[in-house]
């Protein structure tokens, strides 16, 4: 009696039900390179009406152009911060999208409501979205770089928390001295963002491309095989 067994065979699962956040990624990158031109302009005008500000606050200039231009690219700069946060935002959830169809088991850290508030809620936004990319890339088997994320999270605090504590300084602004200071803390605020800036491109970009390869690289399986049948 010989037996005949058949050898097992592989197949691949099909491609994941979810798609890769291309668009969002572009949106995160795009309104982010917005936010930062903007800082950059107003530190540029600020330097430039200097001295009639500080002329204007002594009482010996009628009026100031540079506070009525900064008060403008004041308010440019709000809205895109909160296009940022929102365009990052639902990048990320786009990304925990990928992870949780690679893995619907991985345990996560943070919900992901966290993806959207954790970005603004005290405190915890010094930590909490770090968490969320870390773990989605994780859970994507993503080949990104870990020290990547460890330079952007560094770059993006300096940024906040050293670039608000910048432009804070001068005061009320009721002093030459004050606008001096209030020019130096803008100028430092913007430079901080545009070296942070070059690290949140290349971590959306870098996980956008695992999110892609995961949804478009089919894993691996074995397939059912008829037993194996016996010829007498």
């Not at 990052?88 to 690679?102: D, E, F, H, K, M």
């Not at 928390?161 to 001068?170: C, D, E, I, K, Q």
């Not at 690289?217 to 007498?232: F, G, I, M």
Request: proline share 7%.
């Amino acid at each position: 009696m010989s037996q005949i067994a058949s050898a097992p065979a592989t197949t691949s699962n099909p491609p994941l039900p979810v798609t890769a956040p291309v668009l969002s990624a572009r949106l995160a990158v795009g309104t982010a390179v917005g936010w930062t031109v903007v800082a950059l302009v107003t530190a540029v005008v600020a330097v430039v009406t200097k001295g009639e500000m500080q002329a204007y606050v002594e009482g010996t200039g009628d009026a100031s152009r540079g506070f009525v231009i900064l008060t403008v690219l004041g308010g440019a700069q709000i809205v895109l911060m909160i296009c940022a946060w929102l365009a990052g935002s639902i990048w990320l959830l786009g990304v925990r999208g990928v992870a949780r169809a690679v893995d619907p088991r991985y345990p996560y850290r943070r919900s992901d409501v966290w993806a959207v508030l954790g970005w603004v809620v005290p405190i915890v936004n010094l930590w909490f979205p770090l968490q969320v990319v870390s773990d989605s890339l994780s859970a994507m088997r993503g080949a990104s770089p870990r020290r990547l994320l460890t330079v952007w999270w560094t770059a993006w605090l300096v940024a906040i928390v050293l670039g608000n504590a910048s432009s804070r300084m001068g005061g009320d602004l009721m002093t030459p001295d004050q606008i001096g200071s209030w020019v130096l803390g803008t100028c430092i605020a913007a430079l901080l963002l545009l070296v942070a800036l070059p690290t949140w491109w290349a971590v959306v970009a870098r996980v956008s491309r695992d999110a892609h390869r995961a949804v478009h690289t089919p894993t691996p399986s074995a397939a059912q095989t008829p037993p194996a049948t016996s010829a007498r």
